[in-house]
């Protein structure tokens, strides 16, 4: 198997090459590629060996190259480096470079024949439309690293596709699940940093913590698995040891689950259609003795109400949808807004947005587009909540 | 599909014929069967037409062929007109005759090409190797009924299967699963038929309650899906939602769920491959809110160790284990031992075949020979255990 990974010394290419390194997995490097740690790609190079290897940041290009000078290693860098890596020859592409900045090398490293491996968010919520159409067009094979939609691509095996009446994905629940409205008020970036059972980049965790990610993944999931919303579920679940159910027509039901651990749903990427055999967390339910399922607060947390708006509105609102709690995140994590100001500013921004119907994008740049001009517009209401609560 | 139900009148039977009443898909009855039944069995010519009506008792056979004189359906009775039914020409049949009477019939019915749905726990516990030789052998379709092994089944299509490391089935733990050992000792046959859960027959009942149901399962699904006693396992999980789960070496594990209500396997089992629509009854985890798993106690509920025992010592041990379990069970409705006495007796019987070490039965009336000195001997135990105890 010769393999490429975009986001090379992120926590999937960690996972990926830690897995590969465990199961003695036969395969080859093709392309790696980072952000701007030429330190953790050289380290790369000298274990695995690459045909190709990428900095995004230009900056840091010479580095990388003296670094590999003499090692017959390719180097490049920048958005046409990275689209290089996406395009360099590869069985399966593990697509780890997070935000909009994946969008287009994970697009690009849609072809004929390739696994991908997909753990970027943004090119199902942003580009959806765009993205599967590539997937069904070149006829590639998408296998989704979130254990959510993994934990459904897994029990969807059980049946014909027809005869799913519903997919439900679960959620922790984050660490305010019992809050109530007044306490979500008064919530801190700290305290929200602390996630109960998924250890994660601070965006994510903010998201799990208004229960927005679990709208993101609802989209995602509508996109994934070709399902309209409502068909899509969700159901808190705290211990995170069920990911997601899968509901067949003949009532039965078929369940992923696993210890919450990213490393998991990765493997299964990895191996499939095979198991990769590695010193996998094994789950022992007599040990954890208790799991327990309710249904979301709508009320405290209209984040999965607007994602699933989002979702039913379709053309270009899941995008604005996206870019809009991007800001109201960051401006939470710097203290300019409340917790509960995150969903309040996406709910506004959609609502501005509602009455162009703007259609899906139809092209990376189109997405880029729609993407700015809605951060620009979460940005101006930043500033007006911020002249009202002076 | 042209189907045959071997056991027309009792709860596969009910519950086939409702399936497909509710579901509207296109069948022909080839041959219906029932121990006693006439008056069922003439109802379900009138509503459905068949080929082959057989009574077993042969005694009811003069009664069944004047009800249905001028019909055209043919008549037949005994275990002649048993193994007839079950080679009566059909896509599927459902095997639903319980208890040894079972084995012959349902070992007819497998042919190639045919769909063989087992209800029958006998045919695989008494005489699993001939039976499953015999699956092999014509490459018939064999799909379980029962909620555990159908989940199971379920679960199996998510990997290969040389990448399952684990299958756990379930058990509600039965009414006594909080009983200390003196409470269990002091149990009557009535409080043992409560079942919390499922609602079932009295002798699967009793099983139920002192797990050597679950015992029985674990040898089913040694030879249903091929794999050794160490790779089975019994987790007690009260609730009976999660019916059975199946880890794969990559740390993924897959779950078969549902409400409790049998339809809901056999529906499955009926729609294979596709998903039969019927009004199945929905599980709402919310709703349920909590769902617990334990270890089950191998000193308060010694017959799942004695079950695993049998599994593990192979041969002729099962089919022994069953007639002991029988005979011992049918003491204690009766009021002739106490509910500990049950696995007791099962134990004793054991440890004196042990030393004789009688391989798998080869044929159905080897089967049927085991079946009855291990009878013999239970009984005898009986008397000893009444002449200790006056």
């Not at 390739?114 to 943004?122: D, F, H, M, P, Y």
């Given at each position: 198997?010769?393999?490429?990974?975009?986001?090379?010394?992120?926590?999937?290419?960690?996972?990926?090459?830690?897995?590969?390194?465990?199961?003695?997995?036969?395969?080859?490097?093709?392309?790696?590629?980072?952000?701007?740690?030429?330190?953790?790609?050289?380290?790369?190079?000298?274990?695995?060996?690459?045909?190709?290897?990428?900095?995004?940041?230009?900056?840091?290009?010479?580095?990388?190259?003296?670094?590999?000078?003499?090692?017959?290693?390719?180097?490049?860098?920048?958005?046409?480096?990275?689209?290089?890596?996406?395009?360099?020859?590869?069985?399966?592409?593990?697509?780890?470079?997070t935000g909009a900045?994946?969008?287009?090398?994970?697009?690009?490293?849609?072809?004929?024949?390739?696994?991908?491996?997909?753990?970027?968010?943004?090119?199902?919520?942003?580009?959806?439309?765009?993205?599967?159409?590539?997937?069904?067009?070149?006829?590639?094979?998408?296998?989704?690293?979130?254990?959510?939609?993994?934990?459904?691509?897994?029990?969807?095996?059980?049946?014909?596709?027809?005869?799913?009446?519903?997919?439900?994905?679960?959620?922790s629940g984050g660490p305010f699940r019992t809050f109530t409205r007044e306490q979500l008020e008064r919530v801190t970036p700290e305290e929200a940093l602390r996630h109960p059972?998924w250890s994660m980049g601070s965006k994510i965790t903010i998201d799990s913590a208004t229960l927005m990610n679990k709208g993101l993944?609802?989209?995602?999931?509508?996109?994934?698995?070709?399902?309209?919303?409502?068909?899509?579920?969700?159901?808190?679940?705290?211990?995170?040891?069920?990911?997601?159910?899968?509901?067949?027509?003949?009532?039965?039901?078929?369940?992923?689950?696993?210890?919450?651990?990213?490393?998991?749903?990765?493997?299964?990427?990895?191996?499939?259609?095979?198991?990769?055999?590695?010193?996998?967390?094994?789950?022992?339910?007599?040990?954890?003795?208790?799991?327990?399922?309710?249904?979301?607060?709508?009320?405290r947390f209209p984040s999965l109400?607007l994602a699933?708006?989002?979702?039913?509105?379709?053309?270009?609102?899941?995008?604005i949808l996206n870019a809009a709690n991007e800001v109201a995140v960051e401006a939470f994590l710097a203290g300019r807004i409340g917790f509960t100001g995150i969903p309040a500013i996406v709910e506004r921004v959609l609502?501005?947005?509602?009455?162009?119907?703007?259609?899906?994008?139809?092209?990376?740049?189109?997405?880029?587009?729609?993407d700015h001009?809605a951060r620009i517009r979460a940005r101006d209401l930043l500033l007006e909540f911020a002249a009202k609560a002076s």
């Amino acid at each position: 198997m010769r393999i490429t990974v975009l986001g090379a010394t992120g926590s999937i290419g960690k996972s990926t090459f830690e897995l590969l390194r465990q199961s003695g997995r036969e395969f080859s490097v093709s392309a790696i590629t980072a952000k701007s740690d030429v330190n953790g790609l050289v380290a790369l190079v000298r274990e695995f060996k690459a045909k190709l290897v990428v900095v995004a940041d230009p900056e840091r290009h010479r580095e990388l190259r003296d670094a590999l000078a003499g090692t017959g290693t390719k180097t490049a860098s920048g958005s046409e480096g990275l689209l290089a890596a996406a395009e360099e020859p590869a069985d399966a592409v593990m697509a780890g470079i997070t935000g909009a900045a994946g969008l287009a090398p994970t697009l690009a490293a849609i072809q004929p024949g390739r696994r991908i491996v997909l753990a970027n968010k943004e090119c199902l919520v942003c580009a959806g439309d765009l993205f599967m159409r590539r997937v069904r067009q070149t006829g590639a094979t998408l296998l989704p690293a979130d254990s959510e939609h993994n934990a459904v691509f897994q029990a969807l095996a059980a049946g014909p596709r027809e005869a799913v009446e519903r997919v439900t994905l679960t959620a922790s629940g984050g660490p305010f699940r019992t809050f109530t409205r007044e306490q979500l008020e008064r919530v801190t970036p700290e305290e929200a940093l602390r996630h109960p059972t998924w250890s994660m980049g601070s965006k994510i965790t903010i998201d799990s913590a208004t229960l927005m990610n679990k709208g993101l993944e609802l989209i995602e999931a509508h996109h994934l698995f070709a399902l309209p919303a409502k068909q899509l579920d969700v159901l808190v679940h705290p211990q995170s040891i069920v990911h997601a159910l899968v509901t067949f027509r003949d009532g039965g039901v078929v369940a992923g689950l696993s210890v919450p651990d990213m490393q998991i749903p990765i493997a299964h990427c990895l191996g499939w259609p095979e198991r990769l055999a590695w010193q996998a967390p094994k789950l022992d339910l007599a040990q954890i003795g208790s799991l327990s399922f309710e249904a979301p607060d709508p009320v405290r947390f209209p984040s999965l109400r607007l994602a699933r708006a989002a979702l039913e509105a379709g053309g270009a609102t899941p995008t604005i949808l996206n870019a809009a709690n991007e800001v109201a995140v960051e401006a939470f994590l710097a203290g300019r807004i409340g917790f509960t100001g995150i969903p309040a500013i996406v709910e506004r921004v959609l609502e501005k947005a509602a009455a162009e119907r703007l259609g899906a994008p139809e092209t990376v740049n189109a997405a880029a587009a729609v993407d700015h001009i809605a951060r620009i517009r979460a940005r101006d209401l930043l500033l007006e909540f911020a002249a009202k609560a002076s």
